[in-house]
């Protein structure tokens, strides 16, 4: 029964892990139908969210803007750091074309607090309405987890043929596979954060 229950949990982590890292970045960079082009005349920077492991390490910060199209319609926008300082300035008439992926918010914490940022700005409208967001780094986020899956799927079948073969691999060789494995795993948890 043990071994059963850890087949089973290995075939559901290894599902979540391929659909994770390669079929969900595919549907994202291929989905037509959830694609926005705007003309974004103002945005600024209304949350930062920090993400840390187990609360002490801290492992990369997340920023979310309000934008306002040509039409004065609102947009909740996941963007780079600076993204509307570096753009948008209060005494010029910039126009920005963005293109960005409409994606519902999945954390309900961060979703709750943009709602309550959004819903203030009572003289705005927000077609897409508060729960969804114009993701603009989604080629870039999807790149970077189809590369780390890829580097997964190697690696898995270097150790596993190695394992099979039950031969001791030279020193130079194990010190490549575990870098390797590092490396993977450090721009694993980058993309999926």
Not at 80 to 94: H, I, L, R
Not at 150 to 155: A, E, G, P, V
Request: glycine residues 2%; charged residues 20%; proline residues 3%.
């Amino acid at each position: 029964m043990k071994k059963f229950l850890k087949i089973l949990f290995a075939l559901i982590f290894i599902v979540f892990l391929f659909s994770e890292l390669l079929v969900m970045p595919i549907i994202d960079i291929t989905n037509k139908n959830d694609r926005k082009t705007l003309n974004i005349i103002y945005a600024k920077e209304i949350l930062e969210v920090e993400h840390s492991v187990s609360y002490i390490i801290p492992f990369g910060k997340d920023y979310y803007y309000i934008g306002i199209d040509e039409d004065y319609n609102a947009y909740l926008i996941h963007a780079p750091k600076k993204w509307a300082e570096n753009n948008f300035t209060d005494d010029s008439e910039t126009m920005l074309e963005i293109t960005a992926l409409q994606k519902r918010i999945s954390d309900y914490d961060i979703s709750k607090e943009l709602s309550q940022i959004a819903s203030q700005q009572e003289e705005l409208t927000f077609p897409l309405g508060y729960s969804e967001c114009l993701e603009l780094t989604y080629i870039k986020d999807a790149v970077m987890k189809i590369v780390s899956g890829i580097l997964t799927l190697i690696l898995a079948v270097v150790g596993i043929a190695n394992y099979k073969k039950k031969s001791e691999l030279p020193r130079i060789a194990v010190n490549i596979y575990v870098i390797m494995a590092i490396i993977t795993i450090t721009l694993m948890l980058i993309a999926i954060i």
